[in-house]
């Protein structure tokens, strides 16, 4: 099958191969010729790409221990990807796809993070904490003075055992690296007030008369992350949308639209990748659209691109309007667009 697809073969040898891959699915693994027939396209695409047996080889390989690896140590997979920043997409991809697979991801913690991403069970369930080396003008000395001397139970231990500078502990709090010690905006009072300085040591405990409740609100803690992690680790950016807006909106979720071929939809969403090529003779441009249930590849016409270029560019979520299709290309559902709405924030 290999030396046939290298070869591009249209003739009765790609036939034959055909009818004996369908007839072997069915009998040996009981797969429907309808479903076989859709695996036969999925190489039959690849022919072009992966015709080198090597090439070909290796790749399976690392395509089917990476598989097997997310199947059974999902959070371990996952975690090792994010301290790898990730591959083609963004780490704020591999973030929602983390939190899709029903995995706890939370930011750098002083009593729980590494350097890197890594899984902790701190209460017998997997959580992923992001690198202490993600926080913004986080020294590395800093951080190995954290892993020296952790675990820590009040503020004054860390800040006498660390004595970090002042702009590191504050985007440590900022971000919920010190979450069980204290309220950010607790913290951050007690810090400020003027009575711990860095490089001098306690005479006195600091004034814990913080309150009980936090008073940071969900959008402050998805800014703070932004600005000192690089991406959110709370909530997703579309959650932070009034439920009144959704329910004017309503948008069909991706996952539900990728089900509806042939149907005109409403998706709203994140903008991840854009890439642009040719294809059957014509510039097409085709972004990644990502919501809490999944992505989908959104293609534009040369014209429509051309017309949304100001809003493709935007970060801001995305309403489009277009119908699902399969495309020839990917074999896949994508959404060809018709117009583009951006939602402020």
């Not at 913690?109 to 926080?135: C, D, R, S, T």
């Not at 972004?287 to 016409?301: A, Q």
């Not at 970060?315 to 309007?321: K, N, S, V």
């Amino acid at each position: 099958l290999r030396r046939a697809m290298s070869h591009f073969d249209p003739g009765e040898k790609m036939k034959t191969l055909k009818e004996n891959f369908l007839q072997g699915a069915l009998e040996k693994s009981r797969v429907p010729r309808e479903i076989g027939a859709q695996i036969w396209e999925l190489m039959a695409a690849f022919a072009g790409y992966g015709f080198p047996k090597a090439h070909a080889a290796s790749y399976a390989q690392v395509a089917w221990q990476s598989a097997w690896c997310k199947a059974h140590f999902p959070a371990e997979f996952m975690a090792a990807v994010l301290a790898n920043w990730g591959g083609f997409y963004s780490q704020r991809v591999y973030l929602n796809e983390t939190r899709r697979m029903g995995l706890t991801v939370r930011p750098p913690h002083i009593n729980h993070a590494g350097p890197e991403f890594k899984v902790a069970y701190p209460k017998g369930e997997p959580v992923l904490y992001m690198g202490l080396n993600q926080v913004r003008d986080l020294t590395r000395h800093t951080q190995a003075r954290i892993l020296a001397h952790r675990p820590f139970r009040t503020l004054e231990q860390f800040l006498t055992q660390v004595d970090p500078r002042p702009k590191e502990v504050e985007n440590l709090i900022r971000v919920g690296a010190l979450a069980g010690l204290g309220t950010i905006s607790g913290l951050l009072a007690r810090v400020q007030k003027g009575t711990w300085h860095h490089a001098q040591p306690f005479l006195f405990a600091l004034d814990d008369g913080e309150p009980a409740e936090e008073t940071w609100t969900l959008a402050e803690r998805i800014a703070a992350q932004q600005e000192i992690l690089g991406a959110s680790l709370d909530a997703h950016l579309l959650e932070l949308l009034p439920p009144a807006l959704l329910t004017e909106l309503e948008p069909t979720p991706i996952e539900h639209a990728l089900q509806q071929p042939g149907e005109t939809v409403r998706v709203l969403g994140i903008r991840q990748t854009f890439q642009r090529f040719f294809h059957a003779g014509e510039m097409r441009s085709v972004l990644e659209l990502e919501d809490l249930s999944g992505v989908i590849p959104v293609v534009f016409s040369p014209a429509l691109h051309r017309r949304y270029q100001k809003e493709l560019n935007s970060r801001a979520p995305l309403l489009i309007t277009g119908e699902i299709q399969v495309d020839p290309l990917w074999f896949e559902g994508v959404l060809v667009a018709q117009r583009v709405q951006v939602i402020p924030q």
